[in-house]
């Protein structure tokens, strides 16, 4: 099992017009309701690879938790360890989207800020992927307490300490995010991850490029997930044992695959789906 440690939100999606600069009020978007989050992302794109997946997280005692948990129900991943925080709200992204796909996305954290070391303490993990978008003592505690595999998506990029990298056995970024923490990701025996967007992605052991990776052609209609996807898949196939130059392909297409449909969650693919694309 893979035990996810991360965030929960309801993504309030406008899409359709082109992105704002600042200051700037564009109109004629059309506004959807996703569940959304990271973690959550992360979760559901791990359970729909094959993986049984459990969620640690928190949502808000409030209208909105429900909707944000419905896909996780519906796809099978265990919420046992998902709060309901009275006095929190859920987490809220308000994301923007291009009719070229491009998003800009602003996250209200709520109730995610508030999870803390002691909901992991009683927890087993074996399996572990984090994301931090809920408190980097919280991710700490999980990863120390981890039996297996630990795989860590550092994003957004922010500060964390020397500790934390030194349990992560996968870590996962963006480029922005890998010119953000430089040299710190790489270590003796350590996998990095870099995504690269269009260009696919590269994978490095040790300080080494080992592999690189070209997506599939899609036809992009929205990237919101596709790094949430990434990240869950390149986890999934190291953890049953794909080689390097496999995994990372396979991680690839799975992320390419999800920016054919709107939406996080519901973009999500099924492993024969991501078959198919590597066909």
């Not at 959304?36 to 997946?53: F, I, P, S």
């Not at 800009?104 to 927890?123: F, K, Q, R």
């Not at 984090?130 to 980097?136: A, R, S």
Request: aromatic share 2%.
């Amino acid at each position: 099992m893979i035990t996810v440690v991360g965030s929960v939100n309801l993504d309030l999606v406008a899409s359709g017009a082109p992105l704002p600069h600042p200051g700037e009020t564009v109109t004629g978007a059309r506004l959807a309701r996703y569940p959304g989050g990271k973690g959550a992302n992360q979760a559901l794109a791990a359970a729909r690879l094959g993986q049984n997946v459990r969620l640690i997280a928190a949502v808000g005692h409030d209208d909105m938790a429900e909707e944000a948990l419905k896909l996780l129900r519906a796809g099978g991943v265990d919420l046992s360890a998902t709060h309901s925080l009275n006095g929190e709200t859920t987490g809220v992204a308000l994301i923007a989207v291009a009719p070229d796909g491009e998003n800009l996305i602003v996250v209200c954290p709520g109730a995610n800020n508030a999870l803390a070391p002691a909901d992991v303490h009683s927890e087993a993990i074996g399996h572990m992927m984090g994301v931090l978008e809920v408190p980097v003592p919280v991710l700490l505690a999980a990863a120390q307490k981890a039996t297996g595999f630990v795989a860590l998506n550092l994003a957004p990029a922010l500060p964390v300490p020397d500790a934390l990298l030194a349990e992560a056995d996968l870590i996962v970024v963006n480029e922005t995010e890998a010119a953000f923490y430089g040299a710190a990701l790489h270590a003796p025996g350590r996998r990095v991850a870099i995504s690269l967007g269009g260009d696919g992605a590269e994978l490095w052991l040790s300080g080494e490029r080992i592999a690189s990776a070209r997506p599939p052609a899609v036809q992009v209609v929205d990237t919101v997930g596709a790094g949430d996807t990434f990240f869950a898949a390149l986890t999934t196939a190291l953890i049953e044992g794909q080689s390097d130059a496999a995994a990372l392909s396979f991680a690839v297409a799975a992320g390419a695959a999800a920016c054919t449909r709107p939406g996080a969650q519901p973009s999500l693919p099924t492993r024969r789906q991501v078959e198919a694309l590597l066909d």
